[in-house]
């Protein structure tokens, strides 16, 4: 799919996981040109990523691509021009500011597809629905507690419920799921678990990854909390970590400072990947939170294994 061809395919649009301001609703309703949209500087070159390196490539928003020793995993992957669904013939949910690195045809197939949280931004339908046509029955698929429910009627291999703290191997990769602090329901009206209904109630998970000994974090969507203190010792050497849409949404959403914190301090990861922004229309300029974080990062002992959508970061083992 060529770039142009990309912007007409997308017709599901909308967010039911953002709150609607007034520069997010005017963003719905503008269609973007190509010559609109932010073009990725860097793309990953897969062909030269290796089987014994970890490999990490930044695709836009919560979408990461990683070669874990040999292994793919495709972080709550999002290629269309927009997310969410239609309403009386109008968009309701973010359009993207930034074009994907690689389009999903690019993408090699996944070993293993993680979701973190069913939100229209990290559990897009039409691209699992494309994906899992892509390669019918043949996607191992992980989503946090009850959200199954939101994908398990398209074409996987398995579909496996992983709560906090639980753990599971698939594809010789060991996970555990670990708790954020967030929000997990989908449609306005839904039972979550951050309004206290832990059995019932969408659940939102960040993942602890860990293969041939070493630990890579996917840390899904979190505001700033002392969650990851526990999983210290865990020795985690990656951590992938939201540092956008804290403005208007700093109850469910970290800043890059914030992020930095609970990645080195909270759970001593060594390297840090930022993710969840320069993608889609939040409160905050565009490209504030990655230059925050280049600001900050001075004063922190982790280092930042890539700065932009595209870019890769390697990890030899």
């Excluded at 060529?2 to 017709?11: A, E, N, Q, Y």
């Excluded at 990290?122 to 994908?151: F, G, R, S």
């Excluded at 579909?159 to 703290?165: A, K, Q």
Aim: glycine share 6%; net charge neutral.
């Amino acid at each position: 799919m060529d770039r142009r061809k990309f912007l007409k395919s997308s017709v599901i649009v909308g967010a039911g996981s953002m709150i609607l301001t007034p520069k997010i609703i005017k963003a719905m309703n503008t269609s973007p040109s190509v010559a609109d949209m932010i073009v990725p500087s860097s793309r990953p070159k897969l062909e030269k990523w290796k089987d014994d390196e970890i490999n990490i490539a930044w695709i836009g928003h919560a979408t990461v691509l990683i070669n874990f020793l040999g292994k793919y995993i495709l972080t709550d992957p999002v290629f269309f021009e927009a997310v969410g669904v239609y309403f009386e013939g109008y968009i309701l949910g973010p359009r993207r500011a930034s074009l994907p690195a690689l389009m999903l045809e690019d993408i090699p197939k996944p070993d293993i597809v993680l979701l973190s949280h069913a939100h229209m931004d990290h559990m897009d339908y039409k691209t699992l629905k494309a994906l899992t046509e892509k390669y019918p029955v043949e996607l191992d698929c992980i989503v946090a507690y009850n959200t199954k429910d939101v994908v398990e009627d398209l074409k996987w291999k398995s579909i496996s419920v992983v709560d906090w703290d639980e753990k599971i191997n698939i594809n010789g990769i060991h996970f555990k799921g670990v708790e954020v602090q967030h929000f997990g329901w989908r449609y306005p009206g839904e039972k979550d678990r951050s309004a206290g209904y832990f059995i019932d109630g969408r659940s939102f998970n960040g993942f602890i990854m860990e293969r041939h000994g070493k630990k890579v974090l996917f840390g899904g969507d979190t505001t700033f909390a002392d969650k990851f203190k526990k999983h210290k010792e865990e020795n985690v050497d990656i951590a992938i970590m939201p540092i956008g849409a804290y403005k208007p949404w700093r109850k469910y959403h970290c800043t890059p400072e914030e992020a930095l914190v609970m990645a080195e301090y909270h759970l001593g990861a060594k390297y840090f990947i930022p993710i969840h922004t320069k993608t889609f229309d939040s409160g905050e300029m565009i490209f504030e939170p990655l230059n925050w974080l280049a600001r900050t990062i001075k004063h922190y002992q982790i280092k930042v294994g890539l700065w932009d959508i595209g870019e890769t970061f390697t990890l030899k083992v």
